[in-house]
């Protein structure tokens, strides 16, 4: 599935609410069939939220930080759930990481990032520009509008591993723990910043120094590799930030689809097996209309 989209953020969103509602088959199920079954931190804007195992006060806070601190991202979910057919306001949070969606991501010797993607998943390339901000070419889930692997036209890619897209609520965790048990001070999650960098940022350094200034919750990674050779990872866990240089990877993980994004050429490539990798090109300058 691929879209294409410019401009304000319910535009990007609505772009993307169409192509997903436009590519499902006579036999898939709903938009709204898969957000309802989502494994994971399913939001409902006001509502119900039946796949959510946060509390009505631990949304409502979700809600209010998502709206704070990311508020692009907020006005593409919107749009994207009423162009899927949704009705109410739908967003999914559901754990980008390798329980929930497979992505690997490491670094390799070239500076470039590698992401293993299991090719059973229904993968969404996004090619977007944002008012203001640089192009960028990257791998989505269509509920999500949000990049979790991309990279931008200034020569900057990065992508995203989640541990917990929020701190544990009681069931999670187990063993009750106030420690554990008690909601950050900003439950948005901190992996949304990966989308900031990728629109705002040319270089590693300063999508570091955005991710330190910037709020966002839960136990995540970002890998950031940038044209000029330069490349880190970022653990987030809550409101600490951790900056630590990446090993490169040696060995190719086994997976179906596996995702490159190189910084240098400004590419991204989806290489499965047996097949010609297809490549996407971010050229500085070219237009995502």
């Not at 866990?237 to 990877?249: F, H, Q, T």
């Not at 240098?264 to 300058?285: F, I, N, Q």
Request: aromatic share 6%; charged share 25%.
């Amino acid at each position: 599935m691929y879209v294409r989209s410019a401009g304000a953020p319910r535009a990007v969103g609505g772009a993307q609410g169409r192509a997903w509602a436009g590519a499902r088959g006579e036999r898939d199920e709903t938009p709204l069939e898969t957000l309802r079954r989502a494994a994971g931190w399913v939001l409902r804007w006001g509502g119900r939220s039946p796949a959510s195992p946060l509390s009505w006060e631990q949304r409502q806070t979700l809600v209010r930080d998502l709206r704070r601190h990311f508020p692009h991202f907020t006005e593409r979910a919107e749009a994207l759930s009423r162009a899927a057919g949704c009705g109410p306001i739908w967003v999914a949070l559901a754990d980008p990481g390798s329980r929930a969606f497979g992505i690997h991501p490491e670094a390799t010797a070239g500076n470039a990032l590698r992401c293993t993607l299991p090719g059973a998943k229904r993968w969404l390339l996004r090619d977007v520009r944002s008012d203001g901000g640089y192009r960028s070419c990257g791998v989505a889930v269509p509920w999500c509008p949000a990049h979790l692997a991309g990279v931008n036209e200034a020569g900057l890619c990065g992508a995203v591993a989640v541990d917990s897209p929020l701190f544990p609520t009681g069931a999670e965790a187990g063993a009750p723990s106030p420690e554990r048990t008690l909601p950050p001070a900003v439950m948005a999650p901190g992996w949304l910043l990966l989308d900031q960098c990728l629109e705002r940022c040319d270089r590693v350094e300063r999508a570091l120094s955005w991710c330190k200034r910037r709020p966002g919750g839960g136990r995540a990674r970002l890998l950031f590799a940038d044209a000029r050779g330069d490349a880190a990872q970022l653990a987030i866990e809550g409101n600490r930030r951790v900056v630590m240089r990446p090993d490169p990877c040696t060995a190719v993980a086994s997976s179906d689809v596996e995702l490159r994004c190189d910084p240098r050429a400004r590419t991204l490539s989806l290489v499965a097996r047996d097949a010609e990798p297809v490549v996407w090109a971010c050229e500085p300058g070219a237009s995502a209309r």
